[in-house]
């Protein structure tokens, strides 16, 4: 396949702000299943850079079999001869599954010649650049991805959603299971005009591994938005946002609740209206972190689920190279905190990218990496070179992290997984 060189690209000035605060505001939470199908027509970028979350497996593991040591007596006189079928070993115990899943849900990121041709409705491998114009160079993503315990990329498909229904939110439990959230028109012309709709519902939707679907009542307020955002072995938890009715702008009233998936009721867990709303979420025993929509600073809001206080948590005093939190992800004790972080601004390079484990309590400092450099003259310019598309932890000691890592000489466009890079990192 002939490749083609990319074209010099600039920002005007006049872009720096915008770009600042859209890369840094990049979620890292699961994306809604309608975005995800909307991205990549949306996020293709004309004579501009665009980032991607580039990706290559790494898993290692390792057994170590104990030795076994055989040693002699003297016979004894009138001793029973010895049985001479050894004892057997006994078996390594096998290793239970991960207490959290590890998700990557990124957006195909392409840069475009400005006098290039038409881009493709679909990525086509089997055409030269995926069917890009020539000169075009980025990365293909074939939407959500789950990296399993062997290493193993495992695409997360959902039934399309009915006539009438429209699918708002997607999150991965910790059984297996995928909880979705699916909005349903009971209009004869269906109405999408805000949380006050007239004639809707919404409802809960869980994925079992065998493909059947369990559905919940209708969870809509009206005149409230709904996120899915955690889950723990028996609750989802959403972020429930009252809105005005006459403009539909959010007011005061923002809430996190749990809901029960045997028996569908719900509680009220914590009042966030101090918090705002949330960029990205994480649950672990007893604690919900969050990082609010528009931060641009190492802090996380770390919420107790049995009391409902919140407590704000300055990570830079523990991780002093942090300017801002790409994402996170709580341990399943609710103690330690692994962070993907920015070491500078992605409108300056070399760009940098750090990743670290802290203790909440602190915070102090338990592990740190810097995770990759994006050198000067990097061909998809000042966007994130490796922002964490995922983090999950194994256990309260060990931690995976899915990391986007596109070569400094990128000069076509190629599928994640080609470079798809996950890193298992122990604790101490």
Same mark, same amino acid.
């Given at each position: 396949m002939t490749t083609h060189s990319a074209?010099?690209?600039?920002?005007?000035?006049?872009?720096?702000?915008?770009?600042? $605060?859209?890369?840094?505001?990049?979620?890292? !939470?699961?994306?809604?299943?309608?975005?995800?199908?909307? $991205?990549?027509? $949306?996020?293709?970028?004309?004579?501009?850079?665009?980032?991607?979350?580039?990706v290559a497996?790494?898993?290692?593991?390792?057994?170590?079999?104990?030795?076994?040591?055989?040693? %002699?007596?003297?016979?004894?006189?009138?001793?029973?001869?010895?049985?001479?079928?050894?004892?057997?070993?006994?078996?390594?115990?096998?290793?239970?599954?991960? !207490?959290?899943?590890?998700?990557?849900?990124?957006?195909?990121?392409?840069?475009?010649?400005?006098?290039?041709?038409?881009?493709?409705?679909?990525?086509?491998?089997?055409?030269?650049?995926?069917?890009?114009? !020539?000169? %075009?160079?980025?990365?293909?993503?074939?939407?959500?991805?789950?990296?399993?315990?062997?290493?193993?990329?495992?695409?997360?498909?959902?039934?399309?959603?009915?006539?009438?229904?429209?699918?708002?939110?997607?999150?991965?439990?910790?059984?297996?299971?995928?909880?979705?959230?699916?909005?349903?028109?009971?209009?004869?012309?269906?109405?999408?005009?805000?949380?006050?709709?007239?004639?809707?519902?919404?409802?809960?939707?869980?994925?079992e591994a065998d493909g059947t679907i369990s559905v919940s009542p209708n969870i809509r307020v009206p005149c409230e938005s709904v996120r899915l955002v955690g889950a723990s072995a028996d609750e989802v938890f959403l972020i429930r946002t009252p809105h005005e009715p006459d403009n539909?702008?959010?007011?005061?009233?923002?809430?996190?609740?749990a809901y029960r998936l045997s028996d569908y009721t719900e509680r009220t867990v914590a009042n966030l209206d101090s918090i705002?709303?949330?960029?990205?979420?994480?649950?672990?025993?007893?604690?919900?972190?969050?990082?609010?929509?528009g931060s641009v600073d190492c802090r996380v809001r770390v919420i107790d689920l049995a009391t409902g206080s919140v407590r704000d948590v300055d990570l830079a005093a523990a991780i002093p190279d942090c300017l801002a939190?790409?994402?996170? $992800?709580?341990?399943?004790?609710?103690?330690?905190l692994a962070v993907s972080y920015t070491m500078s601004s992605r409108l300056e390079q070399p760009y940098e990218v750090g990743f670290a484990v802290v203790d909440i309590a602190g915070p102090s400092l338990r592990l740190r990496e810097t995770v990759h450099t994006v050198p000067p003259g990097s061909p998809m310019g000042p966007f994130p070179g490796a922002p964490a598309t995922g983090i999950a932890w194994t256990d309260d000691a060990t931690v995976r992290v899915a990391w986007a890592r596109y070569p400094d000489d990128l000069d076509r466009v190629i599928a994640l997984e080609e470079i798809l890079d996950v890193q298992t990192y122990n604790v101490p």
């Open positions: 074209a010099e690209i600039t920002i005007p000035p006049e872009l720096e702000d915008a770009l600042r $605060r859209t890369a840094i505001d990049m979620p890292g !939470a699961p994306p809604e299943l309608t975005e995800i199908r909307r $991205r990549h027509r $949306r996020r293709q970028l004309r004579a501009s850079a665009g980032a991607l979350v580039a497996v790494l898993v290692a593991a390792s057994i170590v079999a104990p030795r076994l040591l055989a040693g %002699s007596t003297p016979p004894v006189e009138s001793a029973a001869p010895a049985d001479p079928t050894p004892a057997a070993s006994p078996e390594p115990p096998v290793p239970g599954p991960p !207490a959290q899943r590890l998700i990557v849900a990124s957006d195909s990121m392409i840069i475009i010649p400005a006098d290039a041709g038409d881009p493709p409705d679909v990525p086509d491998p089997a055409r030269p650049n995926y069917g890009y114009p !020539a000169g %075009s160079i980025g990365i293909v993503s074939s939407g959500v991805l789950e990296v399993t315990p062997t290493g193993d990329l495992a695409p997360i498909e959902l039934a399309p959603p009915g006539p009438g229904e429209v699918g708002i939110g997607f999150l991965a439990l910790p059984d297996g299971r995928v909880a979705s959230l699916s909005f349903d028109s009971l209009s004869d012309v269906p109405r999408r005009d805000g949380p006050c709709i007239t004639a809707g519902a919404i409802h809960l939707q869980i994925y539909q702008t959010p007011i005061p009233g923002r809430r996190l609740v705002g709303d949330v960029f990205d979420a994480s649950i672990g025993s007893g604690a919900f972190v969050a990082r609010p929509a939190v790409d994402s996170a $992800r709580v341990a399943p004790n609710g103690a330690r």
